[in-house]
């Protein structure tokens, strides 16, 4: 597929969260932001008002940029893994089951838990778990638990290297071409 379509595909995902989120937005800039933070023109600060909404949001929009890129530049994609209500990971590339988050910061028993079951199982059936996670500030002990459920972490630079490495893409800079900083 030609970089046009992947552009008007990606640029699409990202018209929809700029709409949504053109009502929440402030222009004040803080610490600690992100690509997909300038990209909306987003801070700490406003994040801070609503944390729960703009992890979700933010993650879903990671999620769904990952998806879309990988559908279109790998030949051996293939979607999630699913088993009843459970969802092991995201998509799958090659061997590679991918689970992508935009931060990890919870640390509570029954979301660790789940981490390394599903890295196990992963495993089980003969995958790489492959945690693709946007932001570093990470809880370290959902990372811990991560690690020892099998995922491979990829965080920050490191994701935006392993996106580039499987899809011939530079994700990274082609959402600082759409920053708003």
């Not at 279109?72 to 088993?83: A, G, L, Q, V």
């Not at 638990?145 to 499987?166: F, L, P, Q, R, T």
């Amino acid at each position: 597929m030609n970089s046009s379509l992947i552009d008007n595909s990606l640029e699409s995902i990202l018209e929809h969260y700029r709409k949504a989120f053109s009502v929440k937005a402030f222009d004040d800039k803080f610490l600690d932001e992100d690509d997909l933070m300038l990209v909306f023109g987003l801070t700490q600060e406003i994040k801070s008002q609503n944390k729960q909404y703009w992890g979700r949001e933010l993650g879903m929009c990671w999620q769904r940029i990952v998806i879309e890129l990988c559908k279109h530049k790998c030949s051996n994609f293939n979607d999630s893994i699913k088993e009843g209500s459970d969802e092991f990971c995201d998509l799958v590339v090659g061997n590679d089951a991918i689970d992508t988050k935009y931060r990890i910061g919870s640390g509570d028993s029954g979301t660790l838990k789940k981490f390394k079951q599903y890295g196990r199982e992963l495993q089980k059936r003969g995958y790489n778990p492959v945690l693709l996670i946007l932001r570093k500030d990470n809880l370290p002990s959902a990372i811990t638990a991560c690690k020892n459920g099998g995922w491979i972490i990829k965080s920050g630079d490191d994701a935006y290297e392993y996106v580039y490495k499987i899809t011939g893409f530079d994700l990274k800079l082609w959402l600082k071409m759409r920053s708003h900083k």
